[in-house]
Every structure is written in C-alpha cells, then in structure tokens.
C-alpha cells in the first residue's frame, strides 16, 4: 500500500449538469500532465468532465509547497452518449488519448462510483491508494459526512475501511470507517433487508 495523500483541499473541474438520459460515465486515458487541460477544454465545449484532483504538501530543504495533482494521473472522467457525436469530440480533445475500455461499446462507470469519489474529495476526506480490489462485501455508509458512499468492506490491522474502484482504469483507493453506521448493499446496487451494520463488520 502506498503513502497516504494528505489532503489539505479537495477540489475537481466542476461538472456539468447532464439530461441526455443515455449519458454514461466513461474513463478518458490523457497525455501525460495533460489532464487538466483536457478536462478544462471539454468543460468549454459543454461536454461533463470529471477530474479529481487532491492537494498536497511537499516539503523540500527550504519551503514546504501545496501541489495539486490528480487523484488518477493519466486518467479523466466524461459523461456522454458513447453512440453520439460526443464520443467523437472527446477523442479530438486536446490531451485525450482514447477512450477507456472496449473500441465498440466503451466501458461505463456506475454513477455511485463517481459520486463516492465526489463526496470523499467534497468532505476532505484523507485517502491512501489501494490494490485494486473489485471482489468483496459491498457496503454504503449510513449516515455522517460521507452518507450514501459505497465500496467493498475491508479489515486493515483490525481497523474497518472502505475501499472505492473503478474497475475500467484498475484504481482503488480506501478511507477509514472510523464511527460511521453501514449496511450491506446487494451486486445489483439496492439496499439490503435492513440496517445491519453489525453483519457487515468484519472484525
């Protein structure tokens, strides 16, 4: 597992508001240190963008800087129609390498997953990089900050944490479960029979 990411400010290029109803979430692979200006320049055509970016602190011999990085380097995230013009005008994107995913049909994201990733940045929640992981008892958080947030259920060093993938790039990232309530939540997304967050504690 790598260092934490210390999270000083969480920020992202905002995201549009979508209403064609057969958008998806799909992962865009970039240039690299390209990503901001392909988000900004796909925020400017009105195409959704995502990039989560965290902000650290990099301590050198003589100052200590704040650095704001992605959270995935390499990786944006749109929300289009993958059969309309959109997909085209993503690719043609300065900073855009391709698509993530299969060439016919792209590789959607749930909208949870994307949500999660929002919510854990907009509560400056501090997050460590984690073994990609898309096996596992699925859990939503029950309530707090970070209430509605899904993953996979993990035990480290008898501590509860909560591990967010997205399966098309093979990134994960965990969180802490410190206090917060959950409840299991079925493959296909719904909730469980009940509030069980004891069922659903591994330790």
Same mark, same amino acid.
């Given at each position: ?48 963008? &995502? $990039?989560?970016?965290?902000?650290? #602190? %990099? ?7 704040? @650095? =704001?990085?992605? /959270? ?59 073994? &990609? $992981?898309?096996?596992?008892?699925? #859990? %939503? ?7 509605? @947030? =899904?993953?996979? /259920? ?50």
């Amino acid at each position: 597992m790598s260092t934490i990411i210390q999270m000083v400010d969480a920020v992202s290029v905002p995201v549009t508001s979508v209403t064609v109803s057969d958008a998806k979430w799909y992962a865009i692979r970039t240039r690299s240190r390209h990503e901001k200006v392909a988000a900004r320049e796909l925020d400017a055509q009105g195409i959704p963008a &995502f $990039l989560p970016l965290v902000t650290s #602190i %990099r301590q050198w011999s003589d100052r200590r800087t704040k @650095v =704001e990085m992605p /959270l995935f380097p390499g990786y944006a995230f749109v929300r289009v129609d993958y059969f309309s013009g959109d997909r085209v005008r993503v690719l043609r994107t300065t900073g855009v390498v391709d698509f993530v995913g299969q060439k016919m049909e792209g590789s959607s994201i749930p909208d949870e997953q994307i949500e999660s990733i929002r919510t854990i940045l907009i509560r400056n929640v501090p997050v460590k990089e984690y073994p &990609f $992981l898309n096996v596992g008892q699925r #859990i %939503r958080v029950r309530n707090g900050a970070l209430s509605g @947030v =899904e993953g996979i /259920l993990v035990a480290v060093k008898g501590a509860r944490q909560l591990v967010i993938s997205v399966e098309p790039i093979q990134r994960s990232l965990c969180i802490n479960l410190d206090d917060y309530q959950i409840e299991n939540v079925s493959v296909a997304g719904s909730k469980g029979s009940g509030p069980n967050e004891n069922s659903a504690n591994p330790r």
